[in-house]
C-alpha cells in the first residue's frame, strides 16, 4: 500500500437529509483541525428537516476543501464524492472533478429507488461512471453487520451507516482514529449502546479500508503552516455570538439580545442562550419587530442591545432600525442573509441586502454598515460593531451570509485583555446652561450625550418625532429639521475617520484590473486571484468590511486602475453604489444560485477580462 | 443606572425601584414643555392624575420611565419630567419589555391607545400580558383615530361613520377588557378619564401589581368622538356596574343584580327584586380562575355601552417574566469577566500553529 501525498482535498459528503451528512463532515472537518490543515467548509442542506426520503429535495451534503496550505475557500469541484443513495449521486455527480474518487453506499440502489430519480439503468452498472474511480461499497450492510451484536433495530443499525463511511475516509487519508472515537464517547456518553454501536461501525469503515483491495493508494494531507498562534475551528454564527459577548465585554455592558427563530441566524440566539453565566440575557420575542424593540428597550436601559436576523427579518425590522437612527441611540443588528426575496431558499447564501441595509428604510436614515468576509471575521465585525455603536450613538448594521453562518475554518483566538477597550461614556453630570441636561448636545464627532434612566438630574424625552438639536424637544422648525437631517448624515460619514484605509493586493503593482468585493466573496475572489496569478496574469484585489461609510481612500483607488469588476452573490448592488458614490465605472460580475462564486468559474472568466475578452 | 446604597423600595410592583430621600410634589413631574392636546381633551385628566399619583408613590423621577406609541395620548412622556421615550406605532410593549428585562429598578409605563395598542400593536400587547412583564400599561380608549383625524379604531362600535367609513363601519369592536383576560393578564382594570379619584386608585393598584398591569381608560376625544362615554359618565349612572372586591355585583342604584345561571354557569343582569334563589356574583379580583372575570367583562356592551363594568377586574400573583429571565443570568465580577469569556472564546479543541 502506498501513501501519496497532497496538497489539498475537497471532500463532498452527501446523503438523505437524515442521513448524518452535516455531523459526518463536522467531525471530518474536527480530524482536518486536529492535524493541523487550513480549511474551509460547506455545508448544504434544505429547509426542510425531513424531506422525502430518497428524493433530490431530500440531499443534504458537506463539502470540505483541507490543505497544507492557506486557503480561501470551500473549494468547487470535489476530489471525492462520497453518495450514500441514488438521490445523492444524481444531484452531486455533475460536480465530481474527472477521475475523483467515488466511494457509493449501493445499499439503496434499488430498481424503484434509482427510477425514483429518473434513471433508467444502474450508473454503478452502466458505464456511466466510468470517468471516475468508482468504490460501489455496501456500506449499510457493513454497518447492520458491524453492529450485530448490540442489540438496536434494524433502523438504528442502518444509521449507523454515516460511521462506516467516515470510518473508511478515515483510513483513506491516513488519519488517527482516537480523535472520533473520543468524540463519539463525549456525544453519547449517556447512551452506551448507542455509542458503541458507533464506534463499532467507525472502526468497521476503517477496517474495511485496511482489508479489502478495493483501494490501492492512500492519501496524507500534511498540516499548514499557518501563523502562529493558537488556533480553533469556527463557524462565522458562533463567531458572531462570541463577538457580541466581547465587544459587550469590552464595553463594561451587560448584553442583550432579541431574536425571533430565523434561518439562517438562529445558532447566534441558540449560542447566546448559552452563556447567561457571562452576563448575557437573551428573549426570543413573538415577532422579528418586538425584538429588536426589546433589544432598543435594553439598549436605553444601559445594555449593548442586539438583534439577529435574515433578510425578511430586516424588512420587518426597518422601521425601529429609523427609530433607533432618529434616536441616536447605540444598537447592533446583524443581518445572515440568505437567498431572497420573501421566503426565497433560507439555507441557501446571498448578498442581496446590500443595498437594503444601506438604503431600506424611510426618510433619510443613514446608518453604518459592516460586513464580514469569513467565518472567523464575523467576531472582529461584531466587536467593530459594537464600538460604532457606542461611540456615535448610532444602529448599526451587521451583513453576514448563510455561507459565512454555517461555514467553517481554523481561527487564531484572540486575545481578549489586548483589545482595546470601548467606552460607552454615559452622562453623569448636566451639560447645559443653569444645569439642565440637553441629550443632543454633540461632541466633536457629533454623537450626542447618552442619559441611562436611573440618573438622577438627567431626566429627559427622546422620541422618534423630530426634535431640536440640543434640548430633543419637539421641533417643526424647517431650519432645524434640515440641520438634523444633515448631522445626522454628517456623523455616520464622520465615521470613516475612524476606519483604516483599504490596502490593495497587487502583488506586481502592475495591473490594470482591479476586483472588488464585499462580504463572503473575500474567499473566492482571493483564491481566485492566486490562480490566476500562477497563471502569469496581473491582478488586484481590494476588499470592503466597511460598506458605509466607505473607507476614505477608495476612491482614489478606483481612479487608479483601469478596469473594475466587482463580483458579488446578486445583480450588482455594490456596483451600482459604488457607481453612484464614485461616478467610477464599475462592472459587475455576478451569480446568485444560493452557493458562493465557484472560483474556478471566476478563474476562467477574470482571464477572460484581463485577456481583454467579454465575460458574462 | 444602580446607585451603590441599596435604596428603601416599596414591595410589589416597585419593588426594587428606589424610593426618593426627600418627599416630591407634583410640580417635580411637570416637564417644561406645553401641553398640546385639544382643549377639553380627556388627557389632561389622565395626566393631572398620574402627575398628582407620582409623589404618592414615593419613587424616584429618574427611576420612572415611560414609554409609548404613537397617537394623541403617546404625546404623553413629553410632559412629564422624568424618563421617557415616544416611540413608534404600537411598539411600545416591546421597547418596555427590553426596558423592563434589564433594569429592575425602573417603573415602567406604557401608554398607549385603542389604535396604538389593540390594532397596529395588538401582538406586543397579548404577549407581554401573557409574559407577564413588570411592567403598567395605561390605555387610553376614546375609540376613535383621533391624531389621523378621525377614522374608526378598533374599538369603534359598528356601523361608526367616518371619514373612512362613510357609509358605517362594518367591524366589530374589540372589548380590551376581555381580550387581556383571555390572555391571562394578571391584572386588568377598567376606569374613566372623568372619575379622579377611582382613575388614581386603579393606578396605583396596577403599579403596585408585580407583573403586566392593563388599564384600559375610557377617554373623551372632544374632537371626533365627543361625548360617547356620557352615558357612563353622569352621576350614579345605571350603566356603570362598580367593580367592588368581596361585594355582592349590583348597580343602577342596587336595582339590578349580576346573577349566575346556576346551570350554565352564565352571568346575566336581572331586576334585584327578581333575584329569587338565584345567586348574586361577588367579585373576587383574587380569583385564580379567570372565567367569572371574563364573564364579568362580557357583560360591556361595547356597541352602544348601554352598561360596562368599571374597576379591577383581576389582580393575581403569578410568576413574573422579567425577574424570572434576570435569575437566568449571572453577570461575572468586572475583573473575571473578560478572563472567563477568554476560556469560552478559546474553547476545548484548540492547536497550535
Known sequence: MTTTQLDRVVIRFAGDSGDGMQLTGDRFTADAAAIGNDFATLPNFPAEIRAPQGTIAGVSSFQLHFADDDIRTPGDRPDVLVAMNPASLKANIADLRRDGILIVDTHDFTKRNLARVGYATDPLTDGSLDDHELHAVDLTGLATAAVAQFELGRKDAARSKNMVALGLLTWLFSRPTEPTLAFLDRKFGRSPLIRDANRAAYLAGYHYGETTEDFTVRYEVRRAPLPAGTYRQITGNKALALGLMAGAAKAGLPLYLGAYPITPASDVLHELSRHKDHGVMTFQAEDEIAAIGAALGASYGGHLGATVTSGPGMALKSEFISLALMLEQPLVVVDVQRAGPSTGMPTKTEQADLLQSVFGRHGEAPVPVLAAQSPGDCFDVAVEATRIALTYRTPVIVLSDGYLANGAEPWRVPDLAAMPPIDPAFATEPNGPDGKFLPYLRDEKLARPLAVPGTPGLENRIGGIEKADGTGNISYDPANHEAMVRLRQAKVDGIADSIPDLVVDDPSGEADVLVIGWGSTWGPIGATARRVRRRGRKVATVHLRHVNPLPRNLGAILRSYGRVIAPEMNLGQLALLLRARFLADVETYSRVRGLPISPSEFEADLLDIIDGKDFR | ?353
Not at chain 2, 413631574?29 to 408613590?57: I, K, N, T
Not at chain 2, 449571572?330 to 472564546?345: C, F, T
Open chain 2, 1 to 353: 443606572m444602580t446607585t451603590t446604597l441599596t435604596p428603601p423600595t416599596t414591595g410589589g410592583g416597585l419593588a426594587g425601584v428606589p424610593l426618593a430621600l426627600s418627599p416630591t410634589n407634583r410640580k417635580d413631574f411637570v416637564s417644561d414643555q406645553e401641553v398640546r392636546w385639544c382643549p377639553g381633551c380627556g388627557d389632561y385628566a389622565v395626566l393631572a392624575a398620574f402627575q398628582s399619583l407620582m409623589p404618592q408613590l414615593g419613587v424616584r423621577r429618574e427611576n420612572t420611565v415611560i414609554i409609548s406609541g404613537i397617537g394623541c395620548s403617546s404625546r404623553f412622556p413629553y410632559y412629564l419630567d422624568t424618563y421617557g421615550m415616544h416611540s413608534i406605532h404600537g411598539r411600545a410593549p416591546s421597547i418596555a419589555t427590553g426596558l423592563a428585562m434589564s433594569r429592575p429598578d425602573l417603573a415602567v409605563w406604557v401608554v398607549t391607545g385603542d389604535g396604538d395598542a389593540l390594532s397596529i400593536g395588538g401582538n406586543h400587547l397579548i404577549h407581554a400580558l401573557r409574559r407577564n412583564t413588570n411592567i403598567t400599561i395605561l390605555l387610553f380608549n376614546n375609540r376613535i383615530y383621533g391624531l389621523t383625524k378621525g377614522q374608526y379604531s378598533p374599538t369603534s362600535e359598528s356601523g361608526k361613520v367616518t371619514k373612512s367609513t362613510p357609509a358605517g363601519s362594518v367591524d366589530r369592536p374589540f372589548n380590551p377588557v376581555a381580550l387581556a383576560l383571555g390572555a391571562e393578564a394578571t391584572f386588568v382594570a377598567r376606569t374613566v378619564d372623568s372619575d379622579r379619584a377611582h382613575l388614581t386608585e386603579v393606578m396605583t393598584r396596577a403599579v403596585q401589581h408585580r407583573g403586566a398591569s392593563l388599564v384600559e381608560i375610557y377617554q373623551n376625544c372632544p374632537i371626533f368622538n365627543d361625548g360617547v362615554f356620557d352615558g357612563l359618565k353622569a352621576p350614579g349612572s345605571p350603566s356603570v356596574i362598580p367593580l367592588r372586591r368581596g361585594e355582592p355585583v349590583t348597580f343602577a342604584g342596587g336595582t339590578r343584580s349580576v346573577v349566575r345561571d346556576a346551570v350554565t354557569g352564565r352571568l346575566s343582569v336581572v331586576p334585584t327584586d327578581e333575584v329569587g334563589g338565584r345567586t348574586v356574583v361577588v367579585h373576587d379580583e383574587h380569583d385564580d380562575d379567570v372565567a367569572q372575570a371574563v364573564a364579568l367583562a362580557s357583560l360591556t356592551d361595547s356597541q352602544g355601552l348601554s352598561q360596562s363594568p368599571i374597576g379591577i377586574f383581576r389582580d393575581v400573583d403569578r410568576p413574573v417574566h422579567d425577574d424570572a429571565a434576570r435569575a437566568q443570568v449571572r453577570m461575572p465580577q468586572a475583573d473575571e469577566r473578560i478572563a472567563h469569556l477568554q476560556s469560552l472564546v478559546t474553547g476545548h479543541d484548540t492547536w497550535d500553529a
